[in-house]
């Protein structure tokens, strides 16, 4: 019995590994094909953007993959449960009073809404955003998950990746995609059409966010060390480089400028870390 269920453990292992590498196979060709559309636009069958929607729907599922390594699925769940409620709730506070982000609207390409203003994807992005963040924080910060404090420098380098997320996927979806777009602002300061408070918003409705799943997150299980986990790095990069992509298709260099930079430093630290 022991040898049976020993050889069971292994083969359920072996089928998770094959499930996350189809799943991860599924990812890259609809990215690579949303990737190419930005540059060579072609009339596909049924509703347009779904590769988009597609894809977000995938890096949900990789997202949840990657994290059920180390973390029982009711967990999962609830945290991105959370999230998504959390920023669901909040989008529709700023549709209705401009606040923490600051005025826009919706394009019509957003697909179906709930609550008369938050496209049902928008949460998933935020979902994506924290989650993808928080898992390159962890890499970032390898080197001193065994110091006092380690949970706060997490959420911090969370934050700061997130809204990181934030400023390159603004001008992809407000100005390639069109997805929403700013009004007027009495803010001087804006980043591609969107005031600077928008990304001050994403940094403490992040933390709230954190604040609240963090201990969702943690598996109170003592557990062997694990190898460094890629996946987030993988699809945190991919994004940004899909944003910079998106905008240089319409020549907004500066934000290009920004996804690429972005893009290496994050990759640098994270590696190290990792290799730490």
């Known amino acids: 019995m022991p040898f049976e269920s020993k050889t069971d453990s292994i083969v359920m292992k072996k089928m998770a590994r094959l499930e996350r590498h189809f799943i991860t196979a599924l990812f890259l060709a609809d990215y690579t094909l949303v990737l190419m559309r930005l540059w060579w636009p072609v009339q596909l069958p049924g509703k347009s953007g779904w590769p988009e929607a597609v894809l977000l729907l995938l890096a ?6 990657a994290l059920s390594r180390h973390l029982p699925l009711q967990n999962i769940f609830s945290a991105v449960f959370a999230i998504a409620i959390a920023s669901s709730a909040v989008i529709w506070l700023d549709f209705n009073t401009g606040i923490p982000f600051g005025q826009f609207t919706m394009g019509d390409n957003t697909g179906p809404k709930f609550l008369t203003a938050v496209p049902w994807a928008l949460p998933l992005v935020w979902v994506a955003a ?7 924080a962890r890499l970032i910060l390898r080197p001193w998950r065994k110091i006092r404090g380690y949970g706060f420098r997490l959420i911090g380098v969370t934050t700061a990746l997130t809204v990181l997320f934030d ?3 603004d001008p992809f979806a407000s100005r ?14 804006t980043w591609q059409d969107a005031p600077l408070v928008n990304f001050f ?4 409705v992040t933390l709230l966010i954190l604040a609240f799943v963090t201990p969702m997150l943690i598996n109170k299980k003592p557990i062997h060390r694990r190898p460094p986990d890629f996946h987030p790095l993988g699809i945190w990069l991919g994004a940004v480089l899909l944003f910079g992509a998106g905008s240089a298709s319409l020549g907004l260099w500066s934000a290009v400028w920004l996804d690429a ?3 290496v430093v994050v990759a640098i630290f994270a590696v190290r ?4």
Not at 201 to 204: D, E, F, L, M
Not at 273 to 276: D, E, I
């Open 176 to 189: 390639v995609k069109r997805y929403w777009f700013w009004g007027p602002t009495k803010f001087p300061l």
């Open 130 to 136: 924290i989650l993808n963040s928080r898992g390159v």
């Open 201 to 204: 918003g994403w940094a403490v």
């Open 261 to 263: 930079i972005a893009g």
């Open 167 to 169: 400023l390159g996927l």
């Open 60 to 65: 949900i599922v990789c997202i949840i993959a």
């Open 273 to 276: 870390g990792a290799r730490w």
